[in-house]
Protein backbone atom coordinates (compact mmCIF):
# COMPACT_ATOMS: atom_id res chain seq x y z
CA UNK A 1 0.00 0.00 0.00
CA UNK A 2 1.20 3.31 -0.82
CA UNK A 3 1.71 6.53 1.10
CA UNK A 4 -1.27 8.31 -1.44
CA UNK A 5 -4.20 5.99 -0.24
CA UNK A 6 -3.58 6.82 3.15
CA UNK A 7 -3.60 10.86 2.50
CA UNK A 8 -6.59 10.23 0.27
CA UNK A 9 -7.95 8.15 3.01
CA UNK A 10 -7.31 11.38 5.68
CA UNK A 11 -8.70 13.70 3.34
CA UNK A 12 -12.08 12.05 3.24
CA UNK A 13 -12.63 10.75 7.18
CA UNK A 14 -13.20 12.41 9.80
CA UNK A 15 -10.19 11.90 11.11
CA UNK A 16 -8.87 15.08 11.03
CA UNK A 17 -11.77 16.71 12.94
CA UNK A 18 -11.66 13.77 15.60
CA UNK A 19 -7.99 14.90 15.95
CA UNK A 20 -9.25 18.28 16.11
CA UNK A 21 -11.86 18.05 18.33
CA UNK A 22 -9.80 15.14 20.82
CA UNK A 23 -6.87 18.20 21.31
CA UNK A 24 -9.65 21.58 21.46
CA UNK A 25 -11.91 19.38 24.60
CA UNK A 26 -8.11 18.45 26.49
CA UNK A 27 -6.83 21.63 26.34
CA UNK A 28 -10.29 23.58 27.00
CA UNK A 29 -10.86 21.12 30.38
CA UNK A 30 -7.18 22.26 31.32
CA UNK A 31 -7.08 25.77 30.54
CA UNK A 32 -10.80 26.73 31.25
CA UNK A 33 -11.75 24.84 34.18
CA UNK A 34 -10.43 24.74 37.85
CA UNK A 35 -9.36 21.67 39.81
CA UNK A 36 -6.48 20.22 41.53
CA UNK A 37 -4.62 20.97 38.04
CA UNK A 38 -4.24 24.38 38.76
CA UNK A 39 -2.68 24.48 41.42
CA UNK A 40 -0.20 23.65 43.79
CA UNK A 41 3.05 21.77 43.47
CA UNK A 42 0.93 18.90 41.45
CA UNK A 43 -0.34 21.28 38.88
CA UNK A 44 -0.26 19.88 35.29
CA UNK A 45 2.36 22.35 34.08
CA UNK A 46 4.96 22.01 37.38
CA UNK A 47 6.67 18.38 36.68
CA UNK A 48 7.22 15.75 33.96
CA UNK A 49 5.22 13.47 36.09
CA UNK A 50 2.18 15.12 36.83
CA UNK A 51 2.30 16.75 33.24
CA UNK A 52 1.89 13.31 32.06
CA UNK A 53 -0.63 12.27 34.59
CA UNK A 54 -2.76 15.52 34.11
CA UNK A 55 -3.31 14.80 30.20
CA UNK A 56 -4.50 10.90 31.15
CA UNK A 57 -6.87 12.20 33.55
CA UNK A 58 -9.20 13.22 30.76
CA UNK A 59 -9.17 10.04 28.85
CA UNK A 60 -12.23 9.67 31.37
CA UNK A 61 -14.06 11.59 28.66
CA UNK A 62 -11.61 11.76 25.51
CA UNK A 63 -11.61 7.96 25.37
CA UNK A 64 -15.41 7.71 24.74
CA UNK A 65 -15.31 10.35 22.54
CA UNK A 66 -12.22 8.59 20.64
CA UNK A 67 -14.88 5.38 20.65
CA UNK A 68 -17.90 6.78 19.56
CA UNK A 69 -15.86 9.21 16.60
CA UNK A 70 -13.84 6.02 15.30
CA UNK A 71 -17.49 4.24 15.37
CA UNK A 72 -18.35 7.09 12.48
CA UNK A 73 -16.12 6.77 10.84
CA UNK A 74 -16.65 2.81 10.72
CA UNK A 75 -19.77 3.31 9.39
CA UNK A 76 -18.55 5.26 6.20
CA UNK A 77 -19.15 2.36 3.58
CA UNK A 78 -22.22 1.45 4.73
CA UNK A 79 -23.95 5.00 4.81
CA UNK A 80 -22.34 5.22 1.25
CA UNK A 81 -23.73 1.23 0.76
CA UNK A 82 -20.28 0.29 -1.22
CA UNK A 83 -19.67 -2.71 1.39
CA UNK A 84 -21.06 -5.14 -1.43
CA UNK A 85 -18.35 -3.56 -3.87
CA UNK A 86 -15.79 -3.08 -2.05
CA UNK A 87 -15.73 -7.22 -0.50
CA UNK A 88 -15.95 -7.85 -4.15
CA UNK A 89 -12.71 -6.57 -5.10
CA UNK A 90 -9.25 -8.45 -5.20
CA UNK A 91 -7.90 -6.03 -2.21
CA UNK A 92 -7.16 -7.61 0.72
CA UNK A 93 -9.45 -7.00 3.45
CA UNK A 94 -6.20 -6.74 5.74
CA UNK A 95 -5.45 -3.47 3.63
CA UNK A 96 -8.99 -1.81 3.22
CA UNK A 97 -9.12 -1.93 7.01
CA UNK A 98 -5.79 -0.71 7.41
CA UNK A 99 -6.54 2.45 5.23
CA UNK A 100 -9.49 3.16 7.01
CA UNK A 101 -8.22 2.72 10.74
CA UNK A 102 -4.82 4.05 9.79
CA UNK A 103 -5.48 8.00 9.21
CA UNK A 104 -8.12 8.20 11.92
CA UNK A 105 -5.82 6.33 14.40
CA UNK A 106 -2.57 8.57 13.22
CA UNK A 107 -5.00 12.02 14.09
CA UNK A 108 -5.64 11.08 17.44
CA UNK A 109 -2.27 9.83 18.08
CA UNK A 110 -0.89 13.32 17.08
CA UNK A 111 -3.69 15.13 18.79
CA UNK A 112 -3.34 13.24 21.92
CA UNK A 113 0.75 13.64 21.46
CA UNK A 114 0.67 17.42 20.70
CA UNK A 115 -1.29 17.99 23.96
CA UNK A 116 1.52 16.57 25.69
CA UNK A 117 4.30 18.31 23.79
CA UNK A 118 2.13 21.47 24.86
CA UNK A 119 2.55 20.39 28.38
CA UNK A 120 6.27 19.50 27.93
CA UNK A 121 6.90 23.31 26.79
CA UNK A 122 5.16 24.45 29.61
CA UNK A 123 6.98 22.32 31.97
CA UNK A 124 10.80 23.45 30.32
CA UNK A 125 9.63 26.89 30.61
CA UNK A 126 9.13 26.65 34.69
CA UNK A 127 11.54 25.44 37.34
CA UNK A 128 10.85 22.37 36.96
CA UNK A 129 14.40 20.68 38.08
CA UNK A 130 14.08 17.34 38.17
CA UNK A 131 14.53 16.04 34.61
CA UNK A 132 13.65 12.15 33.61
CA UNK A 133 11.68 9.88 31.16
CA UNK A 134 9.83 7.86 33.72
CA UNK A 135 7.24 10.01 32.06
CA UNK A 136 7.09 8.71 28.63
CA UNK A 137 5.31 5.05 29.26
CA UNK A 138 2.55 7.40 30.87
CA UNK A 139 2.20 9.45 28.22
CA UNK A 140 2.67 6.48 25.14
CA UNK A 141 -0.25 4.01 26.87
CA UNK A 142 -2.46 7.58 27.18
CA UNK A 143 -1.53 7.54 23.14
CA UNK A 144 -2.03 3.80 22.50
CA UNK A 145 -5.49 3.75 24.02
CA UNK A 146 -6.90 6.87 21.93
CA UNK A 147 -5.74 4.76 18.91
CA UNK A 148 -6.99 1.46 20.05
CA UNK A 149 -10.53 2.84 21.25
CA UNK A 150 -11.04 4.45 18.24
CA UNK A 151 -10.06 1.28 16.09
CA UNK A 152 -12.58 -0.68 18.16
CA UNK A 153 -15.47 1.35 17.20
CA UNK A 154 -14.55 1.20 13.97
CA UNK A 155 -14.57 -2.15 13.80
CA UNK A 156 -17.96 -2.50 15.89
CA UNK A 157 -19.56 -0.33 13.56
CA UNK A 158 -18.32 -2.54 10.97
CA UNK A 159 -19.85 -5.78 12.51
CA UNK A 160 -23.28 -3.54 13.63
CA UNK A 161 -23.80 -0.57 10.92
CA UNK A 162 -26.64 1.39 12.96
CA UNK A 163 -26.82 5.31 13.28
CA UNK A 164 -27.24 4.64 16.89
CA UNK A 165 -23.89 1.92 17.02
CA UNK A 166 -21.65 5.69 17.37
CA UNK A 167 -23.57 7.70 20.28
CA UNK A 168 -24.23 4.10 22.11
CA UNK A 169 -20.53 3.03 22.28
CA UNK A 170 -19.65 6.82 23.49
CA UNK A 171 -22.12 6.48 26.46
CA UNK A 172 -21.35 3.21 27.33
CA UNK A 173 -17.49 3.68 27.36
CA UNK A 174 -17.95 6.77 29.23
CA UNK A 175 -20.01 5.38 32.04
CA UNK A 176 -17.62 1.97 32.29
CA UNK A 177 -14.79 4.85 32.44
CA UNK A 178 -16.29 6.35 34.83
CA UNK A 179 -17.37 3.68 36.91
CA UNK A 180 -13.87 2.07 36.86
CA UNK A 181 -12.23 5.49 37.59
CA UNK A 182 -9.67 5.80 40.27
CA UNK A 183 -10.07 8.24 43.30
CA UNK A 184 -7.82 10.35 45.47
CA UNK A 185 -10.09 10.56 48.86
CA UNK A 186 -7.00 8.31 50.10
CA UNK A 187 -3.34 8.18 50.56
CA UNK A 188 -3.27 6.27 47.61
CA UNK A 189 -6.07 6.16 44.48
CA UNK A 190 -8.74 3.38 44.87
CA UNK A 191 -11.51 2.20 43.23
CA UNK A 192 -14.95 1.02 43.72
CA UNK A 193 -14.52 -2.53 41.47
CA UNK A 194 -11.17 -4.43 42.20
CA UNK A 195 -7.70 -2.58 41.52
CA UNK A 196 -7.01 -5.21 38.82
CA UNK A 197 -10.47 -4.34 36.89
CA UNK A 198 -10.26 -0.64 37.38
CA UNK A 199 -6.85 -0.55 35.56
CA UNK A 200 -8.54 -1.66 32.22
CA UNK A 201 -9.57 1.79 32.18
CA UNK A 202 -6.69 4.27 30.46
CA UNK A 203 -7.71 7.19 32.52
CA UNK A 204 -5.23 7.69 35.51
CA UNK A 205 -6.14 9.36 39.39
CA UNK A 206 -6.19 12.79 40.12
CA UNK A 207 -2.05 13.55 39.85
CA UNK A 208 -2.45 15.55 43.96
CA UNK A 209 1.03 14.04 44.94
CA UNK A 210 4.10 14.49 42.43
CA UNK A 211 6.05 12.25 44.10
CA UNK A 212 3.52 9.52 43.00
CA UNK A 213 3.63 7.41 39.00
CA UNK A 214 2.52 4.37 37.75
CA UNK A 215 4.23 1.21 38.15
CA UNK A 216 6.32 -0.69 35.44
CA UNK A 217 3.53 -3.81 35.59
CA UNK A 218 0.84 -1.15 34.92
CA UNK A 219 2.57 0.22 31.70
CA UNK A 220 2.91 -3.28 30.49
CA UNK A 221 -0.42 -4.63 31.47
CA UNK A 222 -2.01 -1.66 29.95
CA UNK A 223 -0.17 -1.80 26.92
CA UNK A 224 -0.79 -5.19 26.26
CA UNK A 225 -4.16 -4.53 26.71
CA UNK A 226 -4.84 -1.67 24.32
CA UNK A 227 -2.94 -3.44 21.70
CA UNK A 228 -5.10 -6.62 21.80
CA UNK A 229 -8.12 -4.20 21.71
CA UNK A 230 -6.45 -2.15 18.28
CA UNK A 231 -5.84 -5.83 16.75
CA UNK A 232 -9.48 -7.34 17.69
CA UNK A 233 -10.65 -3.69 16.39
CA UNK A 234 -9.03 -4.08 13.04
CA UNK A 235 -10.29 -7.91 12.69
CA UNK A 236 -13.07 -7.20 13.11
CA UNK A 237 -12.86 -4.36 10.26
CA UNK A 238 -11.18 -7.10 7.96
CA UNK A 239 -13.26 -9.95 9.21
CA UNK A 240 -16.17 -11.90 6.67
CA UNK A 241 -18.11 -13.61 8.14
CA UNK A 242 -19.33 -14.57 11.96
CA UNK A 243 -17.07 -16.57 12.03
CA UNK A 244 -14.29 -14.48 11.49
CA UNK A 245 -16.15 -11.67 13.90
CA UNK A 246 -15.83 -14.35 16.84
CA UNK A 247 -12.24 -15.07 16.05
CA UNK A 248 -11.16 -11.32 16.16
CA UNK A 249 -12.00 -10.99 19.81
CA UNK A 250 -9.34 -13.08 20.79
CA UNK A 251 -7.20 -10.77 20.95
CA UNK A 252 -9.27 -8.70 23.08
CA UNK A 253 -9.79 -11.55 25.51
CA UNK A 254 -6.10 -12.46 25.32
CA UNK A 255 -4.86 -9.26 26.17
CA UNK A 256 -7.29 -8.71 28.79
CA UNK A 257 -6.35 -11.58 30.19
CA UNK A 258 -2.45 -11.25 30.12
CA UNK A 259 -2.61 -7.50 31.83
CA UNK A 260 -5.56 -8.87 34.81
CA UNK A 261 -2.45 -11.00 35.44
CA UNK A 262 -0.33 -8.27 35.49
CA UNK A 263 -1.52 -5.42 36.88
CA UNK A 264 -1.24 -5.38 41.00
CA UNK A 265 -3.97 -6.77 43.04
CA UNK A 266 -3.09 -3.64 45.43
CA UNK A 267 -2.82 -0.16 45.10
CA UNK A 268 0.16 0.29 46.60
CA UNK A 269 1.49 -1.79 43.73
CA UNK A 270 -0.05 0.53 41.20
CA UNK A 271 0.33 4.07 42.62
CA UNK A 272 4.40 3.48 43.81
CA UNK A 273 6.40 6.07 45.06
CA UNK A 274 9.40 7.82 42.34
CA UNK A 275 12.59 6.79 44.27
CA UNK A 276 14.39 9.43 42.53
CA UNK A 277 12.39 12.00 42.75
CA UNK A 278 11.70 11.25 46.62
CA UNK A 279 15.69 11.34 47.65
CA UNK A 280 16.63 14.33 49.86
CA UNK A 281 18.53 17.12 47.96
CA UNK A 282 20.42 19.40 51.28
CA UNK A 283 22.00 22.16 52.05
CA UNK A 284 23.53 21.62 55.07
CA UNK A 285 20.57 20.46 57.38
CA UNK A 286 17.75 21.81 55.18
CA UNK A 287 16.39 19.24 52.34
CA UNK A 288 13.93 19.35 49.45
CA UNK A 289 13.20 16.49 47.68
CA UNK A 290 15.25 15.76 43.90
CA UNK A 291 11.61 16.37 42.23
CA UNK A 292 11.79 20.39 44.18
CA UNK A 293 15.54 21.36 44.16
CA UNK A 294 14.20 25.05 43.00
CA UNK A 295 12.93 25.73 46.02
CA UNK A 296 16.06 24.98 47.83
CA UNK A 297 18.01 27.96 47.83
CA UNK A 298 14.41 29.83 49.06
CA UNK A 299 14.47 27.23 51.99
CA UNK A 300 17.79 27.09 52.69
CA UNK A 301 18.21 30.78 54.41
CA UNK A 302 15.06 31.03 56.51
CA UNK A 303 15.52 27.05 57.12
CA UNK A 304 18.77 27.53 59.21
CA UNK A 305 17.82 30.32 60.91
CA UNK A 306 14.52 28.78 62.09
CA UNK A 307 16.37 25.82 63.07
CA UNK A 308 18.69 28.13 65.00
CA UNK A 309 16.24 29.97 67.17
CA UNK A 310 14.26 26.75 67.44
CA UNK A 311 17.23 25.22 69.28
CA UNK A 312 18.00 28.37 71.51
CA UNK A 313 14.38 28.42 72.28
CA UNK A 314 13.70 24.52 72.94
CA UNK A 315 16.92 23.33 73.59
CA UNK A 316 17.33 19.43 73.03
CA UNK A 317 13.55 19.26 72.30
CA UNK A 318 14.32 21.28 69.19
CA UNK A 319 14.22 19.19 65.50
CA UNK A 320 17.80 19.34 64.29
CA UNK A 321 16.90 19.81 59.95
CA UNK A 322 14.23 20.23 57.75
CA UNK A 323 13.32 18.00 55.47
CA UNK A 324 10.16 17.65 52.77
CA UNK A 325 7.75 15.50 53.54
CA UNK A 326 7.33 12.44 51.29
CA UNK A 327 4.53 9.88 52.16
CA UNK A 328 1.22 10.11 50.01
CA UNK A 329 -1.68 11.83 52.52
CA UNK A 330 -4.91 11.43 52.46
CA UNK A 331 -7.50 14.28 51.77
CA UNK A 332 -9.04 14.96 55.48
CA UNK A 333 -5.46 12.69 56.78
CA UNK A 334 -3.28 14.07 59.60
CA UNK A 335 -0.03 15.61 58.27
CA UNK A 336 3.22 13.18 58.44
CA UNK A 337 4.95 13.39 61.42
CA UNK A 338 8.93 12.47 62.56
CA UNK A 339 10.83 13.02 65.88
CA UNK A 340 13.26 15.19 65.43
CA UNK A 341 13.05 16.66 61.91
CA UNK A 342 10.67 19.68 60.79
CA UNK A 343 8.39 18.19 57.78
CA UNK A 344 7.05 20.81 55.50
CA UNK A 345 5.19 20.39 52.73
CA UNK A 346 4.87 23.12 49.47
CA UNK A 347 0.93 21.83 49.10
CA UNK A 348 1.02 23.88 52.54
CA UNK A 349 -0.06 27.56 51.45
CA UNK A 350 1.51 28.47 54.65
CA UNK A 351 5.08 27.35 53.52
CA UNK A 352 4.60 27.13 49.73
CA UNK A 353 3.60 30.99 49.54
CA UNK A 354 6.13 32.35 52.18
CA UNK A 355 9.34 34.02 51.49
CA UNK A 356 12.43 35.46 53.64
CA UNK A 357 11.10 36.36 57.05
CA UNK A 358 7.82 35.05 56.24
CA UNK A 359 8.83 31.70 55.62
CA UNK A 360 11.26 31.96 58.94
CA UNK A 361 7.98 32.29 60.92
CA UNK A 362 6.19 30.21 59.36
CA UNK A 363 9.10 27.46 59.51
CA UNK A 364 9.29 28.47 63.37
CA UNK A 365 5.84 28.20 64.01
CA UNK A 366 5.47 24.80 62.65
CA UNK A 367 8.58 23.78 64.38
CA UNK A 368 6.85 24.88 67.52
CA UNK A 369 3.24 23.28 67.28
CA UNK A 370 3.30 21.17 64.38
CA UNK A 371 0.13 21.03 63.14
CA UNK A 372 -1.93 17.43 64.41
CA UNK A 373 -5.54 18.25 62.83
CA UNK A 374 -6.59 16.94 59.59
CA UNK A 375 -5.38 19.16 56.01
CA UNK A 376 -7.27 19.76 52.98
CA UNK A 377 -5.80 20.24 49.62
CA UNK A 378 -3.55 23.96 50.17
CA UNK A 379 -4.41 24.50 53.87
CA UNK A 380 -3.75 22.78 57.49
CA UNK A 381 -4.35 23.04 60.74
CA UNK A 382 -7.42 24.97 62.74
CA UNK A 383 -7.80 28.62 63.94
CA UNK A 384 -6.18 27.49 66.99
CA UNK A 385 -3.66 25.94 65.70
CA UNK A 386 -2.81 28.94 63.71
CA UNK A 387 -3.02 31.38 66.56
CA UNK A 388 -0.95 29.17 68.70
CA UNK A 389 1.69 29.03 66.05
CA UNK A 390 1.99 33.08 65.42
CA UNK A 391 2.12 33.66 69.08
CA UNK A 392 5.16 31.11 69.38
CA UNK A 393 6.73 32.61 66.73
CA UNK A 394 6.57 35.93 68.19
CA UNK A 395 7.97 34.72 71.71
CA UNK A 396 11.18 33.39 69.78
CA UNK A 397 11.68 36.26 67.35
CA UNK A 398 10.99 38.81 69.82
CA UNK A 399 8.26 40.82 68.25
CA UNK A 400 4.46 41.42 68.54
CA UNK A 401 1.92 38.76 66.68
CA UNK A 402 1.47 38.57 63.79
CA UNK A 403 -1.03 36.32 61.63
CA UNK A 404 0.20 33.63 59.86
CA UNK A 405 -0.64 33.76 55.96
CA UNK A 406 -1.64 31.05 53.47
CA UNK A 407 -4.07 29.91 56.39
CA UNK A 408 -7.57 29.30 55.93
CA UNK A 409 -8.43 31.71 58.64
CA UNK A 410 -8.31 35.32 58.30
CA UNK A 411 -5.82 37.87 60.24
CA UNK A 412 -8.42 39.06 62.58
CA UNK A 413 -9.54 35.75 63.76
CA UNK A 414 -6.38 34.85 64.42
CA UNK A 415 -5.16 38.09 66.05
CA UNK A 416 -8.40 37.96 68.39
CA UNK A 417 -7.83 34.32 69.66
CA UNK A 418 -4.36 35.01 69.65
CA UNK A 419 -3.78 38.71 71.29
CA UNK A 420 -5.09 37.92 74.75
CA UNK A 421 -2.83 34.58 75.38
CA UNK A 422 -0.10 36.66 74.27
CA UNK A 423 -0.50 39.41 76.64
CA UNK A 424 -0.78 36.35 79.54
CA UNK A 425 1.85 34.90 78.26
CA UNK A 426 4.55 37.50 77.88
CA UNK A 427 3.02 38.52 81.98
CA UNK A 428 5.01 36.00 83.23
CA UNK A 429 8.46 35.92 84.19
CA UNK A 430 10.97 34.51 81.67
CA UNK A 431 11.38 31.16 82.90
CA UNK A 432 7.65 30.30 83.27
CA UNK A 433 6.87 32.06 79.89
CA UNK A 434 9.78 28.86 78.59
CA UNK A 435 7.99 25.92 80.47
CA UNK A 436 4.56 27.49 78.19
CA UNK A 437 6.34 27.43 74.97
CA UNK A 438 7.83 24.00 75.90
CA UNK A 439 4.27 22.63 76.96
CA UNK A 440 2.63 23.92 74.06
CA UNK A 441 5.43 22.11 71.79
CA UNK A 442 4.94 19.00 73.81
CA UNK A 443 1.19 19.14 73.22
CA UNK A 444 1.48 19.69 69.47
CA UNK A 445 4.35 16.88 68.82
CA UNK A 446 2.20 14.07 71.00
CA UNK A 447 -1.11 15.08 69.35
CA UNK A 448 -2.64 14.66 72.87
CA UNK A 449 -3.57 17.93 73.74
CA UNK A 450 -4.36 21.77 72.23
CA UNK A 451 -1.04 23.74 71.74
CA UNK A 452 -2.91 27.44 72.50
CA UNK A 453 -3.93 25.99 75.72
CA UNK A 454 -1.31 24.97 76.73
CA UNK A 455 0.25 28.79 76.35
CA UNK A 456 -2.31 29.59 79.06
CA UNK A 457 -1.23 26.63 81.67
CA UNK A 458 -3.98 24.36 80.29
CA UNK A 459 -3.60 20.49 81.17
CA UNK A 460 -4.01 18.12 77.85
CA UNK A 461 -6.63 16.51 76.78
Same mark, same amino acid.
Given at each position: ????????????????????????????????????? *????????????????????? /????????? &????? %????????????????????????????????????????????????????????????? &??????????????????????????????????????????? +??? /?? %????????????????? #?????? +??????? /???????????????????????????????????? +???????????????????????????????????????????? @? @????????????????? #???????????????? *????? #??? *?????????????????????? &??? #?? @????????????????? *?????????????????????????????????????????????????????????? @??????????????????????????
Amino acid at each position: MNLRIPLIELRRSVAPWAGAVVLLAALAFLHLLSGPW *TKGTALWTAQWTSMAMWTRYP /LVFLWPLAV &GLGAL %QGLRDHRSRMSELLTSTPRPASHRAAALAGPTAFALVSAFGLLVVLGAVRVLAGDASYAHF &GWLPISLVGALAVAAGAVLGMGVARVLPSVLTPPVLAVGTFLL +ASF /LR %QTTDGALPTSAVPNRLS #LLSPTV +AEARETL /LTLSAPVHLGQALWFLGMAATGLALLAAAGPRGRLL +ALTPLLAGGAVALLLFPADPRGTYVIDRAAATQVCDGQVCVTAA @R @RARLDQLAGPGKEALRL #LRDALGERAPVAIHEA *TLPRA #LGG *TPERSPGFLLVDFDDGMIGAAR &GEG #LT @RALIGQGLAPVCSPRSD *TESGTLTDAAAQSVGAAWVLGAEPRPLDGTMHGADDQDALARPVWEELTALPPAEQRV @RIGAMHTAAVSCSGDPLEALTGGASR
